[in-house]
């Protein structure tokens, strides 16, 4: 794990007044060009502290955790029935080393995982995917000038089992919550901006490089409290919000309807401007970072000049729903963030991605340019990097991410201490035993 020489990779550091870049490690895939086997961690020298050498091409964004554990997805072996932008088909769990912990398929002729995926706290796995819908189910659903396949999105649970498996627990289909306003002798028929909570199934292109990909999901975030997934679609300008605190039965009918939507208000025929373009990465802010429960976006724009990042309050209600006027979009309103910035200089027109750092910095990831920005609170540059391939969202974690885990922090806070202790005490026999006790006091004062 020693450091590992540049290798044509470039890290500018940028004085600049408003604070200094965050002291962490970064971390990203290589998914363009030569190497696209390994994921790659830097620190803020561009020296490559650690990296994952695998046999699959990997595939989008890669998620690192304590210990030196690697969630990514990556491409399945030849070329899938449903052969997409950004395909991936293989979700891998790595240990350091490299050595595959827990793999899982989710490719066939009609399923097809693509771009992201979300851990969760219970140590299962949400993912994204296309669902085939051949033309005569697209044409009874109500879409029009249909030439083939289109494929909507679908969301799924996965329970890792064993080191080779997985059973889906939840799922949701964007499929189940459709509307139309073309033909009253179809499902769905409804008059489209009275039902925000859908989608118009004639709303967005086909994307003619990607065969029947319709919705073009390229993240996907979980928050935990809120029990809520976000998504944010590339190809109809908008981020949407869904329950997942709900079965996946009633996932299929009113109650997995969009709770949020936001980007594009003429997908649901209410008045307002159109904000995102091409939009990616969306992802709740964590808690006790600066700006917490924020949501925060790379906006690639519709120009050849600049893209936005955009950091803003969704109007959340006290019951965990989202507020909106009746006949109007959801807000806020264009210009009504807690954080924006855009550069001339700074575009990505695909790829991209921008999550805020504990210190309160944001990182953003211009993909095509190769191009990896750390600004402070007052949108200074205070870091670059330039990578040799291209990279679709890079991530800072702390410099210990790569330590071994405190073997007794039962509440995952990375500290040992009274909470554990009482956590131990409360739960006592179930889930925990006098081991578990024992771990707690053996790694108090090493954790602590």
């Known amino acids: 794990m020693g450091g590992l020489p540049v290798n044509l990779l470039l890290a500018i550091p940028v004085l600049a007044m408003g604070g200094g870049a965050y002291d962490g490690l970064t971390l990203y895939n290589t998914i363009q060009g030569t190497q696209t086997d390994r994921t790659v961690l830097v620190d803020n020298t561009g020296t490559i502290v650690h990296q994952w050498n695998c046999v699959d091409t990997v595939a989008s964004t890669p998620y690192l955790f304590p210990g030196g554990e690697l969630l990514r997805p990556c491409r399945v072996s030849g070329t899938p029935a449903m052969n997409g932008a950004a395909w991936g088909g293989r979700i891998q769990r790595l240990d350091i080393d490299g050595g595959v912990l827990w793999e899982y398929i989710f490719s066939d002729e009609n399923n097809q995982q693509h771009h992201d995926v979300c851990t969760m706290p219970n140590g299962n796995v949400l993912l994204v995917a296309w669902e085939r819908k051949t033309q005569v189910e697209g044409l009874a659903a109500g879409r029009q000038n249909l030439q083939g396949d289109i494929w909507p999105t679908q969301i799924v649970e996965v329970e890792p089992t064993g080191t080779s498996g997985g059973e889906i627990v939840w799922e949701w289909h964007i499929w189940d919550h459709l509307v139309q306003d073309v033909n009253p002798a179809l499902p769905n028929h409804g008059v489209v901006s009275e039902h925000p909570g859908r989608m118009d199934i004639n709303k967005g292109n086909i994307n003619p490089n990607s065969n029947g ?236």
Request: overall charge negative; charged content about 20%; glycine content about 10%.
């Open 213 to 448: 990909d319709w919705i073009h999901v390229n993240a996907l975030d979980y928050h935990p409290e809120l029990d809520q997934i976000v998504f944010s679609s590339n190809s109809l300008d908008e981020i949407y919000i869904i329950d997942h605190g709900i079965t996946t039965e009633e996932a299929a009918g009113p109650a997995g309807d969009f709770l949020y939507r936001w980007g594009n208000p003429a997908n649901y025929e209410r008045p307002g401007d159109h904000v995102l373009w091409n939009v990616h990465g969306v992802n709740w802010i964590d808690p006790g970072t600066p700006g917490a429960e924020d949501l925060i976006l790379f906006n690639n724009g519709n120009d050849d000049n600049s893209s936005d990042l955009i950091q803003f309050t969704p109007p959340l209600r006290a019951d965990g729903t989202y507020d909106i006027t009746a006949g109007q979009p959801y807000e806020p309103l264009p210009g009504d963030y807690t954080f924006f910035y855009e550069s001339s200089d700074f575009h990505g027109d695909h790829l991209c991605g921008v999550y805020k750092l504990p210190n309160g910095n944001t990182i953003a990831t211009d993909g095509p340019n190769r191009e990896i920005r750390e600004l402070d609170a007052n949108g200074q540059v205070v870091w670059q990097f330039i990578t040799p391939q291209r990279v679709m969202r890079a991530n800072k974690y702390p410099l210990d991410i790569l330590d071994p885990p405190c073997t007794g922090d039962l509440n995952g806070d990375g500290t040992v201490g009274v909470d554990d202790l009482l956590a131990v005490i409360a739960a006592w026999g179930s889930p925990y035993t006098v081991d578990d006790l024992l771990l707690v006091i053996q790694s108090w004062g090493e954790c602590s």
